[in-house]
């Protein structure tokens, strides 16, 4: 298993580009399947996530192949296949195809999803909307589900769960007629799916809002789509900046989508400009406490981010509370932080981190993507060496970490440990 040796304690400086989004491209490639043609995703990330989404596309009779940046995926051809445990855990995403069969083959048989161990991720909200929309679903040790969607058909969400969203749009994109759905999650990935869509000829009215009327078609067309830069990845190392030290610019176009990201750092002492070409962060002193932030769906904190504002919390002046209320498991990563000196106190769903001036390195092991980001920050802003194990969960959702924080100054490189 490889790990990740970093050497603490440089400020990190200069300029990097921001990748293309994970949560937006593999959504993109569940709807790729609907489009009888070959659909062109520039800017594509080269992450384990995608690699992993392919395969599945592959399996279901798709061309997947790369040119320079670009994913091109030619789905003339699909045919539904059970889709096996060991392809179907590797990702959360894969639960996407399940909308993107149905609504190209009105059938789907798959192994439940995987994805990061940061709470049960059911998927019962998946399985309601496509009932209400008259698929028949039978849950066994798979699924299995097949029908027709039925026009007219009004879906409520009793949670504004994401994938669950995508997942209903992925199948109205094809009904004839129009259906409803309420109380929709409203992150930009689900508005960039929604104007992928759009694109390829399924009208959609409230993108943005939390309640979306979509017309289907038979007809649908490929789609040439730039992915948007990860908002994710992008807030990832403006924290890291502000964590290590340094002054550095992330060219990026999500720089509206970090509001709610931006606004508690900025209160907290952080130098943050938005500019044209992203965003230029700058450490300054050291940062005063967050005070308490709450995780929520978009536009409010987001739960991708806590971790890593957990990280950068350690070693501010004054205590923060961070409240999780978005995944019931996410809060692994303070003791993990605790090994490096940090001091956290977990109480039900909540982190109280108490500042400390500096973090010291050490060896320390992540649970899942975000987390072993945070771990990534930890690492770069203490005293000495941290050897971070499970490295593999980077390559998740980030492209190359070592080559990106190599490129402002920092000191880490990859080993092999035992
Ligand atoms: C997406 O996961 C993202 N993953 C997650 O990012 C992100 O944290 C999450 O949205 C929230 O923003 C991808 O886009 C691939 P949800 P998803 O359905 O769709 C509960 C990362 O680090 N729920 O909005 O799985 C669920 O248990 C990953 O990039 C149900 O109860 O998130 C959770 O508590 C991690 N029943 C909450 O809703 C359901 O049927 C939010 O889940 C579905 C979800």
Redesign the pocket.
């Known amino acids: 298993m490889a790990s990740l040796l970093i050497s603490g304690g440089r400020p990190l400086c200069g300029e990097i580009k921001i990748q293309g989004s ?2 937006a491209v ?1 959504p993109l490639m569940a709807a790729a399947l609907l489009l009888p043609g070959t659909t062109r995703l520039s800017g594509c990330p080269r992450i384990s996530d995608v690699a992993a989404m392919a395969e599945l596309l592959e399996q279901v009779g798709a061309r997947v192949s790369w040119e320079e940046d670009t994913l091109c995926i030619d789905a003339a051809t699909v045919h539904p296949i059970p889709l096996k445990q060991e392809d179907t855990r590797k990702t ?2 894969s639960i996407l195809l399940l909308g993107a069969l149905l609504g190209r083959t009105q059938c789907c048989e798959m192994a439940y999803p995987g ?2 161990a ?9 399985l309601k909307a496509l009932r209400g929309m008259g698929y028949t679903v039978w849950e066994r040790e798979e699924l299995f589900c097949e029908g027709k969607g039925i026009a007219g058909a009004d879906i409520y969400f009793t ?1 504004p ?4 969203t995508q997942n209903a749009l992925l199948t109205a994109a094809t009904i004839q007629g129009e259906t409803r759905l309420h109380g929709v ?1 409203r ?1 930009p ?1 689900v508005q960039v799916l929604c104007r992928f869509l759009q694109k390829a000829g399924v009208r959609i009215d409230g993108i943005g809002t939390k309640n979306l009327k979509i017309k289907g078609s038979e007809v649908l067309m490929p789609v040439n789509e730039v992915v948007p830069s990860d908002r ?1 990845v992008a807030g990832t190392y403006l924290v890291a900046v502000l964590a290590a030290g340094g002054n550095a610019l992330l060219h990026c176009d999500c720089v509206r989508e970090l509001a709610a990201l931006v606004k508690p750092l900025r209160a907290a002492g952080a130098k943050i400009f938005e500019l044209p070409e992203g965003i230029r962060v700058g450490a300054g002193e050291r940062l005063t406490a967050l005070d308490y932030l709450v995780t929520e769906p978009y536009p409010g904190f ?3 981010m806590q971790s890593q504002v957990m990280a950068l919390a350690a070693v501010c002046e004054g205590t923060t509370i961070l409240e999780e209320r ?3 498991a996410r809060l692994a990563t303070a003791a993990q932080l605790k090994r490096m000196g940090a001091k956290i106190y977990l109480e039900e769903n909540r982190a109280i981190i108490q500042g400390v001036s500096r973090l010291r390195g050490a060896a320390v092991e992540a649970g899942d ?2 987390g072993a980001a945070a771990l990534v920050i930890g690492g770069l802003s203490a005293e000495g060496e941290t050897l971070l194990a499970g490295y593999s969960y980077i390559l998740r ?1 980030y492209e190359d970490i070592v080559r990106d924080f190599t490129a402002l100054g920092a000191e880490l490189r990859l080993t092999e440990s035992r």
């Open positions: 994970k949560n593999l959360r995403a994805g990061c940061i709470g049960s991720r059911p998927i019962d909200l998946h949670f769960s994401v994938g669950a999650a992150e990935e994710i987001p739960t991708d978005v995944f019931e993507l975000r959702g």
